[in-house]
């Protein structure tokens, strides 16, 4: 069978395990949102400041849910002995990789695409925000579980990797961070974000192109 | 049935060495496979049966000597496409069913000369297309792997303790399954501390704590 009918076959299968698996899940969504409603809770019914604050705690929240589901990304198959038939496949690695990263984006990031503008009201976040806070999360959060995959793939051999982990991605998240949140403030001033914007964009794509290889080659060293 | 022509296929291990922790697991190794030949690797616990086949599946390197397929070192061969491997894990989702299962193997391989259902029928699975593996008994998900190799495109079978956890009858079959593999050409290495009896091969064997 061709590369494609094994690639689409991987985000099958994916699809398939994440549904079965519901409560797994589901897990980061509602971490996420227990963050999101815990934080005026913490600093008080302050309007103004919630405000202002409301795209960066959205985006930190997201990141950190993301990055919650991350260990998932290649556990099972690591331990079920699945990781092995991959690598012995006869498709390249970094193709079934990126199935299974963009079946991950599938049932991680498309939920926070979903409840995040809720949250953003909640928080009172500017109308005119709103879009653009969309615009970067259908932008971003592919961006999270493609770098997090390298991340992941490194220390999926490692009993407990999880600190090392977050030591390896978050320095990596953090430039979409900045301009993710600063596009939604600046957006929420009413001023333009069109570089932001750009630049997103050019994150996405550079991580998509790049995110696989390494992540296959790391794959490979954790199984041996 | 038989589609493939498996002719001509050999496999040659030339003095192949693996040190772990300082420790020389086996080093001189040498040993060639053609078709319709069996190598059993034998070995106390430890002696490096298993670190052996991780070796051949491209799984760690070697320290020393070259694998060769056809002629050619098998990191620029067709070698993995020809290869098929169980393993201690059996390599199946526990969370999907026994077809779905064979599907993905598919997927990630080439059809070989039985079907999903044939397969089944060989391993003594039929009637269980549609039952989650978690469902299923250790032998039974050992037998669910076996399949595997039966569905894809193969010559080389590497098998690391095929015989765990199966019953005895289970063991007859499997040994069956593998001389009919032999008989149309294909070629097996496994380890095993069950004795093999396969009618009318030689079985090769290879004691790897001797290999110092």
Known sequence: MSLITAFFAVVRRDLILAFRRRAEIANPVFFFILVVTLFPLGVGANTKLLQAMAPGVIWVSALLAVMLSLDSLFRSDFDDGSLEQMLLSSHPLTILVLGKIIAHWLVTGLPLLIIAPLLAVFLGLPEQALGTLLITLVLATPVLSLIGSIGVSLTVGLRRGGMILSLLVLPLYVPVLIFASNAVEMAGNGQTVDAQINILIAILLMSVVLAPLPAASALKMSVS | ?212
């Open chain 2, 1 to 212: 049935m038989d589609s493939l022509t498996l002719e001509n296929r050999s496999f040659e291990v030339r003095n192949l060495s693996c040190i772990r922790d300082d420790r020389i697991l086996f080093e001189g190794l040498d040993f060639t496979l053609n078709n319709n030949q069996v190598l059993l690797l034998e070995g106390k616990n430890g002696s490096g049966k298993t670190s052996l086949l991780r070796i051949i599946c491209g799984f760690r390197e070697q320290d020393a000597g070259d694998i060769i397929w056809c002629n050619t070192p098998i990191k620029d061969s067709d070698f993995f496409a020809e290869m098929a491997y169980v393993g201690h894990l059996d390599g199946v989702k526990k969370e999907l069913t026994v077809v779905e299962n064979l599907k993905m193997s598919l997927a990630l391989s080439v059809a070989g000369n039985y079907s999903i259902e044939q397969a089944l029928d060989k391993v003594h699975l039929a009637g269980y297309d549609d039952s989650i593996v978690q469902s299923l008994s250790a032998g039974q998900k050992r037998r669910l792997s076996l399949a595997r190799l039966l569905i894809t495109r193969n010559s080389l079978w590497v098998l690391d303790e095929p015989f765990t956890s199966i019953d005895k009858e289970g063991i007859k079959l499997i040994e069956s399954l593998m001389h009919e593999h032999i008989c149309a050409g294909g070629m097996i290495i496994l380890t095993s501390h069950h004795d093999l009896y396969l009618h009318e091969t030689e079985v090769q064997k290879i004691n790897l704590s001797l290999c110092h």
